[in-house]
């Protein structure tokens, strides 16, 4: 199956091919890599470094074609911070929002400057909670007092005056700030050491890749074997597994395509009733935004971002509105 159907020139249709039917510089102009970043580099000079590589690559894949116009990673590391940074290349760059609407997992060294008291671990199991934090002076966000989640926060070990820990957080979270937190609140000081991000929804640390490994499978792909070029680059479609999805018909994707909303008729299947059920029109509470969701077509290509406004069984009115067109 394609996506293009039988009266729908492919010259000028906005689908796409389905995910697994794409050539290399198709993959490359919608894909998404697990970067396993590496300690040194910033995430702005590894992204770059992803950039020009994959140019490259396709100006001698597909010589009249477009470059990716830029790549955008999942959310920044520090220099010295190493592990998860899944990186969108391509019109994939898009959706980088949808690396806001899932957690984070890191594992931290905390630095203790006393040795832990007797009631340590129990004393750290008090910020597995909504807490509140400020970003640091050299964020590049507004200085703003916020709320965030930690959803888990393990001691995986302790030793002498370091503890090993394991945090599930909202993303957004300050890992050195609530270090810092948590030093107060033992009483006697700590600060963050060594820092590896192991998860960033919906990719983790189980099939990461090195910088190396995507300039080995982009130098393979040039001489015409993609086989491992298809391990490291994904399609784009990968990063959106952790939202609900809507599957809608293709006409009503093409028409996605011109900037309408989804509209009931054009509505297949939902994958999550709660979400429909609580992202109507009719909610009694108005304030709360609906949560992101992710159209396809059936043949499971990415067609846009967008907030569920209306029943999908409706016979009229828009159900989707549109935060982010992908064709």
Known sequence: MTGHSDDTDPETDPLRAPPGERSPAELLRFGVVNLDKPAGPSSHQVSAWVRDAVD???????????PTGGVAHSGTLDPKVTGCLPTLTGDATRMAQVFLEGTKEYVAVL??????????????????????QKPPRKSAVSRRLRTRTIHDLDVL????????????????????????????????????????????????????????????????AEDGDDGYLREVVRPAEDALTHLPAVTVAPSAARNVATGAPVYAPGVIDVDDAGVIAGGGADDDDSDVEPPLVACFTPDGVAVCLGRVVGDPDAESGVVVSLERVLL
């Open 111 to 132: 630095e203790l400057h006393e040795p832990p008291s007797a009631d340590f671990r129990d004393v750290v199991a008090e910020f597995e909670s909504e807490i509140y």
């Open 56 to 66: 490259e690559t396709l100006a001698a894949l597909d010589p009249g074609g477009p």
């Open 157 to 220: 070990e302790v030793a002498d005056r370091k503890a090993l820990l394991r945090i599930r957080c909202e993303s957004g979270t300050y890992v050195r700030k609530l270090c810092h937190d948590i030093g107060l609140a033992t009483g006697g000081g700590a600060h963050m050491g060594h820092l590896r991000r192991t998860a960033t929804d919906p990719f983790d640390d189980r099939d990461l890749h090195a910088l190396q490994d995507l300039v080995d499978a982009l130098a393979w």
